[in-house]
């Protein structure tokens, strides 16, 4: 690897459902990582991907009347990739567990670890967490019998499957740590690690399961698949080429970073090195623990009710705001609420007000007091000095911020020459400045000010980049920004035109919009549910097909179009109407349960079809002597079937 390449992942996503505010915020982290260090000259390789196997989803699907539970999880994977791109995400590898190659990696690793020893066949018996697909000892189980990841009951379940030799790595896990002090990050989360897990000595571990079939086969045992964390975690190195590009694989490993949610530390931190341990490979650089995306302070859960979902604010607000919500509200190893309330008062108070706000009047008062040209600067004054002298430390500050993930330490060093140049404006009055003859003054502070957004955009350019280019548009900068520049005063042209355009955040009301965001997400949950309604109602109406008949079977049935001439309730039964109806030659008695959908005046005069020759029935002591043709939508929705033209009764269905 040369030195200046990287390798950094998310996790690989589960599709069993749309993923959820929450989901995308480690990716637009990596992201943004990814952005930040390719701006610094690395040349950096980002994967992310679906875990695609396992009992939950093998369920899930049977639960949707799936029978190949690709056909469930493929839309899934659909909008998960189309969620990275509406949100600008530039992964290199989006990696399936279900690809045949990564499936071919997975048995030739398990055949290794088998071959060389560290897999054997055993018993296992524990308290298994169907949902979170681990089993869990009696002290962690605890009295209640709850998992300890999700707090849900765990079942004893005992099966034939094969070990891991886990223990047999846990004092070379504890000399890495040792002897590589930021190989967890943050520190407390190796502490968590070492006490929770390691101190007290380390189990093998169970790395198969019977008791279900969607999942990767071991190759010599095909009645047992492998367990999800084998071959989840092997992910990270079907995308890095291992197996299939020797090349590839050999400039992106070891991975430099995987970033994961807090609650997944112990799979990537104890299990994911050990067995690269056993296969040989180098250990990641590092894997960093991120905090987990509260909603009021809750975990966001489909049962809770109070899950948050991604596009209706992309669509908005823009990517911009999200991404910036996430990354300047919360410390990136720390859990942190999301209220809307806090989104709008951010996007309100950095971004419109800040921001957006410094941006519409620089670009006003250039168009206003030079005639839309950046003028020249002449003399430098204290405040003029101060200002260039803060703009010219930002970036420094940045770069050390990014060293450790800091993505909101680095925003925070960003605004504070946001703030800095607002504050220039309120000392500098350039509306007073602009009444001088001397058009000395006037024409440094317009430039210092174009001249600190130029930099302002540098700096946010693999931040928020739609921002950073909207800001230089205006400033009729067309060019990319390069990171130097940000270390660069007295770069911009003197006599650049600058162009207006609408206001890049505008203040939103807060009550406003918090409503509005309740609604938008609650629209979209109805409308995946109502696509999903259709979708199955197809499924059913596609799969119901009955068995085929021939003309002649055709040829049996008599049905006419009459004309309802009276419309009763039946006597003896409530939800029954008996209709008398005119087939032309002759008036037929007919009784019909279409009571809960018709009214008696909706009935009388209507024409419909009628099945004639259909043996009589007796409902309730009435002879029904035919039967009406009505359509049933599956949904409970049902129609009377009529004609487009006008016919006369008795006209046949031919
Ligand atoms: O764990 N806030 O998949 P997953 C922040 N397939 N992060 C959150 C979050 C929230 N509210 N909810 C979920 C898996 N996440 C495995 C990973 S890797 C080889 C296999 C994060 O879909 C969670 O912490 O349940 C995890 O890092 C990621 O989303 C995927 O979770």
Redesign the pocket.
Known sequence: MTKKSLYVT?????P?DF?????T??TIAVDTYKKFKTYQGYDVFFTTGT?EHGQKLEDNAAANGYDNPLDYIDPIVASTKKLWESLDIHYDAFIRSTDPQHEKNVQAIFQKLYDQGDIYKGDYEGYYCTPCESFWTETQVGEDHLCPDCGRPVQIQKEETYFFRLSKYRERLLQHYKDNPSFIMPKSREHEMINNFLKDGLEDLSVTRSSFSWGVKVPFDPKHVVY??ID??S??LTAAGYGYDQERFERLWPASTH??????MR??TII?PAILMALGLELPKQVFG??????DNE??SKSKKNIFYPEPIIQTYGVDALKYFLLREFSFGQ?GSFTREKFINRLNSDLANDLGNLVSRTVSMIEKYTDGLIPEARTYNEVDEDLKAVALTILDKVNEKMEDYDFSGAFEDIWTLIRRTNKYVDETEPWIAAKDEDKTRINTILYNLSESLRIISNLLYPFLTETSLKIRHQLGLEDLPKIEDAKVWAMTKPGTRVKKSEIIFPRLDVKVEMEAMVDKNEALIKAREEEKKSQDLKDQIADDKKPEITLDDLEKLDIRMGTVKKCIDHPNADRLYVLTVDLGHKDITIVTNLKSKYSIEEMEGRKLFVLYNLKPHNFRGIDSEGMLLAAEDGDGKLALLTVDEELRNGAKVE
């Not at 970033?259 to 997944?264: D, Q």
């Not at 991120?290 to 909603?295: A, I, R």
Request: glycine letters at 8%; hydrophobic letters at 45%; proline letters at 3%.
């Open positions: 998310t996790p690989i996503y589960y069993n993923l959820h505010i929450g989901h915020y480690c875990d999800v964390w989840a975690l992910c990270y970033f994961v949610g807090k609650e997944i799979f990537h994911w991120h905090g987990w995306v509260l909603f975990k966001m859990d």
